[in-house]
Antibody, heavy 129, light 107 residues
Framework: EVQLVESGGGLVQPGRSLRLSCAAS????????MHWVRQAPGKGLEWVSGISWNSGSKGYADSVKDRFTISRDNAKDSLYLQVHILRPEDTAFYFC??????????????????????WGQGTLVTVSS | SYELTQPPSVSVSPGQTARITCSGDKLGNQYVCWYQQKPGQSPVVVIYENSKRPSGIPERFSGSNSGNTATLTISGTQAIDEADYYC??????????FGTGTKVTVL
């Protein structure tokens, strides 16, 4: 059974940093691309960032580009999201998500058949003074 | 940027058919998937590659995609289908973009 367990969320002041982690189990971690998706309380889903199986391709939403950094450690079956210069609008549940393929698709690709087949329970990040 | 627009809400009587639309520029040229999210739970994929159902998803869930609109159809809707539904596609302008979400209420 696929399990994705996020940690690292909490209450943080604007402008500060945080590191989110995701521990994966139940599948061969380094066979799959991984993502972070967030959801503000009572709002919709927003893709934040993704990384290919070997970290060779990474991508970010415009709203977090230059502030967030995604990484993975295949030896530890773990996914990370380093978040800097946090803003109140970053307040959300952050989900660790498993891709159905090994690839992260960046600009230049042509309409790939993407979908996310497993989600963690999420970790809440609250940005407030 | 690329946007996917869904109706905020859809109401359906038990046993009837619910149709949830997802609109985007030339969306029919792209693959679409759909997620179901029940209150307090994480999303679950119910349709991928426009019309394929993952194992374990009931046959009453089906999907189509043509022109500028993708549609998720729930036939014989049950009370347990009450949830938020999100479409998703990949576009070079907005990779892995989600739709705005639709709340399905079974009256």
């Amino acid at each position: 059974e696929v399990q994705l367990v996020e940690s690292g969320g909490g209450l943080v002041q604007p402008g500060r940093s945080l590191r989110l982690s995701c521990a994966a189990s139940g599948f061969t971690f380094d066979d799959y691309a991984m993502h972070w998706v967030r959801q503000a309380p009572g709002k919709g889903l927003e893709w934040v960032s993704g990384i290919s199986w070997n970290s060779g391709s990474k991508g970010y939403a415009d709203s977090v580009k230059d502030r967030f950094t995604i990484s993975r450690d295949n030896a530890k079956d773990s996914l990370y999201l380093q978040v800097h210069i946090l803003r109140p609008e970053d307040t959300a549940f952050y989900f660790c998500v498993k891709d159905s393929t090994s690839l992260h698709y960046g600009p230049g690709n042509a309409n790939p058949p993407i979908y996310f087949d497993s989600w963690g329970q999420g970790t809440l990040v609250t940005v407030s003074s | 940027s690329y946007e996917l627009t869904q109706p905020p809400s859809v109401s359906v009587s038990p046993g009837q058919t619910a149709r949830i639309t997802c609109s985007g520029d030339k969306l029919g040229n792209q693959y679409v998937c759909w997620y179901q999210q029940k209150p307090g739970q994480s999303p679950v994929v119910v349709i991928y590659e426009n019309s394929k159902r993952p194992s374990g998803i009931p046959e009453r869930f089906s999907g189509s995609n043509s022109g500028n609109t993708a549609t998720l159809t729930i036939s014989g809707t049950q009370a347990i289908d009450e949830a938020d539904y999100y479409c998703q596609t990949w576009d070079s302008r907005s990779p892995y973009v989600f739709g705005t979400g639709t709340k399905v209420t079974v009256l």
